[in-house]
């Protein structure tokens, strides 16, 4: 079965980095775009970022573009991202999706969802 495995989460100052990571399997991962989402405490879930299936497009939140990167290695199956100068409003549960052939930016778009990693970002 399709399994999305998040990892990197952690506790890290403001102004910190911190590089998340989504190991998958049992997909043709080269088919599927990524997609990065959080949900903060008592929010609704929403887009961080996102990358085409070769990995030359890429989108971005208005909120985190210019301190976040999303990359893939499609030999490794894997997916990141990179988060600087974090802020204490990036604090949430983020989460790696997987979406047949075209990118979105919409949770409902998503086919495949990962268990999500904590990052909490303090002041």
């Known amino acids: 079965q399709v399994q999305l495995v998040e990892s990197g989460g952690g506790l890290v100052q403001a102004g910190g980095s911190l590089r998340l990571s989504c190991a998958a399997s049992?997909?043709?991962?080269?088919?599927?775009?990524m997609g990065w989402f959080r949900q903060a405490p008592g929010k609704e879930r929403e887009f961080v970022a996102a990358?085409?299936?070769?990995?030359?497009?890429?989108y971005y939140a208005d909120t985190v573009k210019g301190r976040f990167t999303i990359s893939r290695d499609n030999a490794k199956n894997t997916v990141w991202l990179q988060m600087n100068s974090l802020k204490p409003e990036d604090t949430a549960v983020y989460y790696c999706?997987?979406?047949?052939?075209?990118?979105?930016?919409?949770?409902?778009?998503?086919?495949?969802w990962g268990q999500g990693t904590q990052v909490t970002v303090s002041s």
């Open positions: 999706a997987a979406r047949h052939l075209l990118t979105d930016t919409t949770v409902a778009g998503y086919d495949y």
């Open positions: 049992g997909l043709p991962f080269s088919n599927y775009a």
């Open positions: 990358i085409s299936r070769g990995g030359r497009s890429t």
